[in-house]
């Protein structure tokens, strides 16, 4: 029951405008679950929160399968034992947190309701953090169209995973007996969503005017992107759409130009100064390509490059994906088992600047790193140099036609809402997209075609309150939050025994 339960949450990362509530309903269930054990049965509420964990996080990334089967060539009896276990490691933090909440909650409503929230929440940011961590269906991003979305500019996902757990154990109170006695938190928690849900959105920026853009959506299979035979239709098109787009702004998405500079050189002879002398160094119009740099002999970095800035401009990506850009320390005999070009890449800045232009200050950020609000945060340290502008560019094609796309979308919404900052997203398969500062989707293209998405982006100026913090201590703040919530649920409990 408690795997299903767990997969179940599903359709709310994806769904968000509607299924948001089985975010909230499904938790609250395994909280009631976990409330009928008796303290010495904390082993079984870690089986139970470890296999919930399972089927929330195996339903919600068995998208995996696509690309270590289809293409990393990974057998797929293998590929579905490794999205399993993963999903197993990582529901290890859920597991102790249910443990420790059966073993030691204090025994009142609101302390125990505290208690779970700072728990999940101690369980999230663990599994967001450590080994690089893997945010992905992190529970707050299935609250970007909830009332919850209005704390975005305030405590930040994660933060609001915190208050959905609340919620949820304060319903899996009213399950159970002396009503009158138990449903302050929930009613609480109602009065709070209904408050968010009337009252305006907190407004932390103002407006830096508008930019044209032109994003280019290429449409290729991630199984020929490689391909030599298809490189040149491939390069052709990102080429001849780059030189001929008006827009001041156009990007291409990650790696659109597969080849270090060297191999493109042998390949495509001129391709790359063809470009280059379309685009007048400080003239009106500048586009952001991605583009590996770098050679195997001296290492590379996952890139974006700038045509037409007055001084040469690049971003390296920081935050690599394991696996596919470097092998954590003993696993190099799995990959050796799949066929997956490149790895080991080289890690640049996090605090990397901005591409100053037309007014704006535009940040790139390259495929899974908007994950990481906390690492774009601390781009806003210096509010004079913060970007006005988000710019993500993206290669799910990993993952094939799958959820992956729309939910990397929701992710891409909830950063618009922590930091208030519109985001562009040029992609390859999708979702190609412009999202405003308060996560609307202005305009996006059909996944897996391709296209070239126009239209207007309207900077912002300002820093949120998550921005500021987040981006000076990291999630720290929270985790000293979890201390402080801990400390006053056991003192409850101690002073009610």
Request: aromatic share 12%.
């Amino acid at each position: 029951m408690l795997l299903g339960l767990g997969a179940a949450m599903t359709p709310a990362f994806v769904h968000t405008a509607w299924a948001w509530p089985l975010a909230v309903l499904a938790p609250a269930i395994l909280v009631w679950w976990l409330g009928k054990r008796a303290r010495n049965e904390w082993r079984r509420a870690a089986l139970g929160g470890w296999l919930f964990g399972i089927g929330w996080l195996a339903a919600g990334t068995w998208w995996l399968f696509v690309s270590m089967h289809r293409y990393g060539g990974l057998p797929a009896p293998l590929a579905v034992l490794a999205v399993l276990a993963l999903a197993a490691a990582l529901s290890l933090y859920l597991a102790a947190a249910a443990a420790a909440w059966v073993r030691w909650r204090p025994g009142s409503p609101w302390a125990d309701a505290g208690a779970w929230a700072a728990l999940w929440l101690l369980a999230e940011l663990a599994r967001g953090v450590l080994f690089t961590g893997f945010p992905w269906v992190a529970s707050g991003y299935a609250m970007v169209d909830s009332p919850l979305a209005d704390l975005a500019p305030w405590i930040g996902v994660y933060g609001i995973g915190a208050v959905l757990a609340f919620a949820a154990a304060a319903l899996a109170r009213l399950a159970g007996p002396h009503l009158a006695k138990t449903a302050g938190p929930a009613v609480v928690a109602v009065l709070a969503f209904v408050a968010l849900a009337v009252l305006p959105v907190a407004s932390f920026t103002r407006s830096t005017g508008e930019l044209d853009v032109a994003l280019l959506q290429t449409a290729v299979k991630q199984d020929e992107k490689f391909v030599l035979d298809r490189l040149p239709e491939t390069l052709g098109w990102v080429g001849a759409e780059i030189v001929k787009s008006p827009a001041a702004l156009t990007l291409a998405p990650e790696t659109a130009v597969p080849l270090l500079p060297s191999q493109l050189e042998d390949f495509a002879p001129g391709y790359w100064p063809g470009l280059v002398q379309h685009f007048p160094a400080g003239g009106a119009r500048v586009a952001l390509v991605g583009k590996p740099l770098g050679s195997f002999s001296e290492g590379y970095t996952n890139s974006v490059v700038a045509l037409g800035t007055a001084a040469p401009y690049r971003y390296d990506k920081h935050h690599l994906v394991p696996f596919g850009e470097f092998v954590p320390w003993g696993f190099r005999w799995f990959v050796r088992m799949m066929n997956i070009p490149l790895g080991d890449f080289s890690r640049g800045r996090v605090d990397s600047p901005s591409l100053a232009f037309a007014g704006q200050r535009i940040a790139p950020n390259i495929c899974y790193e908007d994950l990481f609000g906390e690492e774009l945060a601390v781009r806003f340290v210096d509010p004079a140099n913060a970007p006005t502008v988000l710019a993500n560019l993206s290669n799910i094609a990993w993952f094939g036609d799958t959820v992956a796309i729309e939910q990397h979308l929701n992710i891409t919404r909830l950063r618009t809402l922590e930091l208030q900052r519109p985001m562009l997203r040029a992609t390859n398969t999708g979702a190609t997209a412009i999202v405003d500062h308060g996560a609307r989707v202005i305009a996006m293209l059909e996944p897996q075609t391709r296209d070239v998405l126009t239209g207007k982006v309207e900077g912002r100026d300002g820093v949120t309150p998550y921005a500021a913090w987040a981006g000076r201590f990291g999630l720290w703040p929270l985790g000293l939050a979890v201390l402080v919530v801990l400390a006053g649920a056991l003192a409850a409990g101690r002073h009610r025994a």
